[in-house]
C-alpha cells in the first residue's frame, strides 16, 4: 500500500537519482552510466542504513524504487540540461536530505537501535548516497564544504528521535524533523551560513 | 561438493583476482596489497550483492575462494608481467563478468527478490569488484568508458532471469545467460561498439 | 558490562577515531566534518567485519561508541595540533591495527567462518576504517606504501587464530596476538622494514 510515508521515501529517492544521473551527464557519460550513477545516489544512503542494521536493503523488496530511478535517468537523459537549474536542484537535495534523515533514524528506531547511533544512522541515510556520487565522479565531496549539510541532517535526525521518543505519532513527527532539517539547509543555502573551518594550531572556538 | 556452477563461479573469481593482483604489480606495489587488490576485486561484487541481501558474504563459507584469490595473487605475483597480456585478460574479464552478472540474479532470485532489483544485483555482482579496484587504484573507472560493459552485464542478467522464470533448469539458464553477455561484450570488444555519450544541452536520441 | 576485551576495543575505536578527525582538522575542515571522518575511521572496518558476517554492526548496540568516537573528535578540535605528534600517533594507531586485527579474527571464528576468511577478516576489520579515511581524503592509502602494516594485521590475527583453534582462553589470546602484530609493526616503524615491491618484467624473489 502506498502511504504517505512511502511517497515521502520515493520522492527523496527520485531527487537524489536526478542527482546523481545530472552528475554523469556533466561528465558526458552513457546512458547507463547515468542509471548506475541514479541508483547508487538514489539508494546508497538507505542501503548502507540497512546494512549496518544488519537486513535486507528496502529497495530489494520493492517494485516502485528501481523503477523510479530508472525513470529519473530516463528524465535527465532526456530533456535539456537547461531544465534543471543547479538552484532548483539544491532546494530539491536539501528535501531529500532533511526527508531520508528522518526517516532513517525513525527506522534505526524501530529496529532497536540506541539513541547516537540512530542518529547517526540517519544522517549516514541522508548524505552518503551524495558522498559515494562524489567519490565516484572525482568532485570535491559535500563532505568537505564548510556551508551547513551534514547538520541539518543531523538536526533533523535529531528532532526525528526526540520526537518519535515522546511518542509523537510517526508520519507527523517525519514532517516536524523534515520541516527542521529542511529549514536549516534552506537558511544555510540563502545566508551562506557555515561551520568554521579548523584552523591549524589554534584552538578553534566552537563549532 | 564442487558442481559445474561451483566451478563456473571459482573461475570468475581467479579472472577477476588476477586482475586485481596486475592492477597492484602495475603500480609497483608489494605482494601483500596484491593480495589485497585480488581480494576486493574477486569477492567484491559477490560480497556488496550479498550484504544488500542481507545474508553473509558466500565467501566466508566457503575454504576454496580465499585459497583461489590467494594462489590467483602468486600466480601473478611469480610470473613475468608480459605472460598477462592485455588482449587475453580482457577476454576474461568478459567471462567472468558475464558469469557473475548470470549468477548474480539467479541467487537473486533464489531470494524472492522483485524481478527489476534481481537484474540490478546480477549487474552489481559483475562490476562493482572492477569498479572498486580502479577506485583504489586511481584509475578511471570502467563505468566511465563509453564501451559496453555494464550493458553487456545487464544482458547476462536479463536471459538469466527471464531464463530461471521461464522455468528452464538452473545450470542451463546461467550458460544461456553468461554466452549472452559474453557474446555482447565480445562483440563490443572487437568491433568497439559504443553507447553515445551524452551531448550536453541537447536531447541525446537513444540510449 | 565492561569487560578487559571491551577497553582494548573501545580504545581500538579511540586512536582510529583520533586519526580519521586529525585527518578532516589537516584539510582545515569543519568540526561536523571532523565528527564524520573519526566515525568512519573508528568503526569502518569492525562495521565491514560485521557486514560481511551478515550481522549488525556492533556500534548500533552500544552506548559506549558513539560517545567515545564524538569525544574523540572533541579532543582533536579543542587541543593544540602540535599535542598530536606524527610518531605518537603512529604508535598509537599500530597498537588499534593490531588490537582490530585479532578481535575481528576472533569474532569470525565465533560465528563460524573459515580459518583463512576468519583471517582476511581480521585484516578488514584492522585496515579497512584507515582506507576509507586516506580515500575520502584524498591521500595516497596506506595499502600503498611498502612499510610492513598489512602485514602486521595479518600476523595478529593468525596468531588471534591459531591461539583460539588451541584453545587458549580468549582474552589471553588476544593478547598474545596483538602483542605479535603491534611488535611486527613497531620493528617496521623503528628499522624501515619494508616488503619488496614489485618489479616489472622481472619475477620478484620472494615476499
Not at 568537505?144 to 535526525?157: I, N, Q
Given at each position: 500500500?502506498?502511504?504517505?510515508v512511502?511517497?515521502?521515501e520515493?520522492?527523496?529517492v527520485?531527487?537524489?537519482?536526478v542527482?546523481?544521473a545530472?552528475?554523469a551527464?556533466r561528465l558526458?557519460?552513457t546512458?547507463?552510466t547515468?542509471?548506475?550513477?541514479a541508483?547508487?545516489?538514489?539508494?546508497?544512503?538507505?542501503?548502507?542504513?540497512?546494512?549496518?542494521l544488519?537486513?535486507?536493503?528496502?529497495?530489494?523488496e520493492?517494485?516502485?524504487?528501481?523503477?523510479?530511478?530508472m525513470?529519473?535517468?530516463?528524465a535527465v537523459?532526456?530533456?535539456?540540461?537547461?531544465?534543471?537549474?543547479?538552484?532548483?536542484?539544491e532546494?530539491?537535495?536539501?528535501?531529500?536530505?532533511?526527508?531520508?534523515?528522518?526517516?532513517?533514524?525513525?527506522k534505526?528506531v524501530e529496529?532497536?537501535v540506541q539513541p547516537?547511533?540512530a542518529?547517526?544512522?540517519?544522517v549516514?541515510?541522508g548524505c552518503?548516497g551524495?558522498?559515494?556520487?562524489?567519490?565516484?565522479a572525482?568532485?570535491?565531496?559535500?563532505?568537505m564544504?564548510?556551508?551547513l549539510y551534514?547538520?541539518?541532517?543531523?538536526?533533523s535526525?535529531?528532532?526525528?528521535l526526540?520526537?518519535l521518543?515522546?511518542?509523537?505519532q510517526?508520519?507527523?513527527?517525519?514532517l516536524?524533523a523534515?520541516?527542521a532539517?529542511f529549514g536549516?539547509?534552506?537558511a544555510?543555502?540563502?545566508?551562506?551560513i557555515?561551520l568554521p573551518a579548523y584552523a591549524r594550531?589554534?584552538p578553534?572556538?566552537a563549532?
Amino acid at each position: 500500500m502506498v502511504t504517505p510515508v512511502t511517497v515521502l521515501e520515493l520522492a527523496g529517492v527520485a531527487v537524489f537519482a536526478v542527482s546523481g544521473a545530472l552528475a554523469a551527464t556533466r561528465l558526458c557519460q552513457t546512458f547507463v552510466t547515468a542509471c548506475f550513477f541514479a541508483l547508487i545516489t538514489g539508494v546508497g544512503g538507505g542501503s548502507l542504513r540497512d546494512l549496518l542494521l544488519g537486513v535486507r536493503a528496502e529497495w530489494l523488496e520493492d517494485r516502485l524504487v528501481a523503477l523510479v530511478i530508472m525513470m529519473s535517468a530516463l528524465a535527465v537523459w532526456f530533456t535539456p540540461g537547461r531544465w534543471w537549474r543547479e538552484k532548483v536542484l539544491e532546494w530539491a537535495d536539501a528535501a531529500g536530505l532533511a526527508a531520508f534523515a528522518a526517516l532513517g533514524t525513525a527506522k534505526a528506531v524501530e529496529y532497536g537501535v540506541q539513541p547516537l547511533p540512530a542518529i547517526v544512522l540517519g544522517v549516514i541515510s541522508g548524505c552518503v548516497g551524495g558522498i559515494i556520487r562524489d567519490v565516484l565522479a572525482g568532485v570535491p565531496s559535500i563532505l568537505m564544504r564548510p556551508e551547513l549539510y551534514v547538520t541539518a541532517a543531523a538536526l533533523s535526525a535529531s528532532v526525528s528521535l526526540i520526537a518519535l521518543e515522546m511518542g509523537m505519532q510517526r508520519l507527523l513527527a517525519l514532517l516536524l524533523a523534515s520541516a527542521a532539517g529542511f529549514g536549516l539547509r534552506g537558511a544555510a543555502m540563502i545566508w551562506r551560513i557555515e561551520l568554521p573551518a579548523y584552523a591549524r594550531d589554534r584552538p578553534a572556538k566552537a563549532e
